[in-house]
């Protein structure tokens, strides 16, 4: 299809500045040769990002671009979804595991070749209770790392924040178990789960091996060992996505799935990368819900 009114969404505040805008520019020079409305929209706050592409589709723009990493995709995410606009993705933050799994390019220019061609793909999305993702929901190590990061090393040092959380994590090494309900079948007990939408991870895993975008089912994989070595043996394995033949694991496609505390505890949830709560969470795919930009 060919877009015309495009609105690119993007944190002012990441990054470097004056090169982030000098980028932007060379992005929206070919556009607008083109005869297409480009309109930019810095973020403000955290959130802001959905309500930008909530008020732009409203407003009749076609393309909502999202110009950062994983976690301003899914803020933008949030605001598409049921609008009938389309979402695009333009890779610029500390993680960028949508673009991997697009293969999506960085340079402006060919940024503008993607979207003047118009190429886009109807993709399932999954929701994890009220909130939508396009790659991934957990819940255990990763979600744990996730929220333990501090914000100023992620800022000044990007992925080496992550590994610093998650070497804090495994030194004070602390599994709490949960319920994990799959499409009705008898409750796994599990102590580490990735809800899959695409085959990437980020860092090179493949905990969901055999997702896909345009599968109308979410890829879950549930680890229930408890020792350091297992996870070890798991995280090694998935790097190739060999792990689901190791004892342990289990992986199933589904529709929906429910995951609820076991106990007293009440473990942290992340959803693409962002951690947005504690348990429960219920998973649901919707096939053919999003226009993507490929």
């Given at each position: 299809?060919?877009?015309?009114?495009?609105?690119?969404?993007?944190?002012?505040?990441?990054?470097?500045?004056?090169?982030?805008?000098?980028?932007?520019?060379?992005?929206?020079?070919p556009l607008l040769a083109a005869g297409r409305t480009v309109t930019v929209c810095p973020t403000e706050r955290q959130g802001h990002a959905a309500e930008i592409a909530r008020e732009k589709a409203a407003a009749g723009y076609d393309l909502v671009l999202a110009y950062g990493g994983d976690g301003t995709m899914n803020e933008a995410l949030q605001g598409v979804m049921g609008t009938g606009a389309a979402l695009g993705f333009w890779p610029g933050g500390?993680?960028?595991?949508?673009?991997?799994?697009?293969?999506?390019?960085?340079?402006?220019?060919?940024?503008?070749?993607?979207?003047?061609?118009?190429?886009?793909?109807?993709?399932?999305?999954?929701?994890?209770?009220?909130?939508?993702?396009?790659?991934?929901?957990?819940?255990?190590?990763?979600?744990?790392?996730?929220?333990?990061?501090?914000?100023?090393?992620?800022?000044?040092?990007?992925?080496?924040?992550?590994?610093?959380?998650?070497?804090?994590?495994?030194?004070?090494?602390?599994?709490?178990?949960?319920?994990?309900?799959?499409?009705?079948?008898?409750?796994?007990?599990?102590?580490?789960?990735?809800?899959?939408?695409?085959?990437?991870?980020?860092?090179?895993?493949?905990?969901?091996?055999?997702?896909?975008?345009?599968?109308?089912?979410?890829?879950?994989?549930?680890?229930?060992?408890?020792?350091?070595?297992?996870?070890?043996?798991?995280?090694?394995?998935?790097?190739?996505?060999?792990?689901?033949?190791?004892?342990?694991?289990?992986?199933?496609?589904?529709?929906?799935?429910?995951?609820?505390?076991?106990?007293?505890?009440?473990?942290?949830?992340?959803?693409?990368?962002?951690?947005?709560?504690?348990?429960?969470?219920?998973?649901?795919?919707?096939?053919?819900?999003?226009?993507?930009?490929?």
């Amino acid at each position: 299809m060919s877009f015309q009114r495009i609105a690119v969404i993007y944190n002012p505040a990441s990054g470097r500045p004056r090169e982030r805008a000098g980028l932007i520019e060379r992005l929206a020079a070919p556009l607008l040769a083109a005869g297409r409305t480009v309109t930019v929209c810095p973020t403000e706050r955290q959130g802001h990002a959905a309500e930008i592409a909530r008020e732009k589709a409203a407003a009749g723009y076609d393309l909502v671009l999202a110009y950062g990493g994983d976690g301003t995709m899914n803020e933008a995410l949030q605001g598409v979804m049921g609008t009938g606009a389309a979402l695009g993705f333009w890779p610029g933050g500390t993680a960028n595991v949508l673009a991997a799994e697009l293969r999506f390019p960085h340079r402006p220019e060919e940024v503008a070749q993607r979207i003047l061609a118009g190429r886009t793909r109807e993709v399932t999305v999954g929701q994890a209770n009220d909130r939508y993702f396009l790659l991934m929901a957990g819940v255990g190590p990763d979600a744990a790392v996730a929220g333990s990061v501090d914000p100023e090393l992620k800022r000044r040092f990007g992925k080496a924040a992550f590994a610093v959380a998650a070497m804090q994590f495994i030194w004070h090494w602390d599994l709490v178990p949960f319920l994990v309900h799959l499409d009705g079948e008898p409750p796994v007990v599990g102590r580490f789960v990735v809800a899959g939408n695409a085959r990437s991870y980020g860092g090179g895993f493949q905990f969901t091996p055999d997702a896909s975008l345009t599968d109308p089912f979410l890829d879950v994989c549930i680890f229930t060992a408890e020792t350091v070595g297992d996870y070890l043996g798991y995280v090694s394995a998935a790097l190739v996505g060999l792990h689901r033949s190791l004892p342990g694991v289990v992986y199933r496609k589904v529709r929906s799935a429910e995951i609820v505390a076991a106990a007293d505890h009440d473990p942290l949830t992340q959803v693409d990368g962002e951690v947005v709560g504690r348990l429960p969470m219920r998973l649901t795919a919707h096939p053919r819900a999003l226009r993507l930009l490929i």
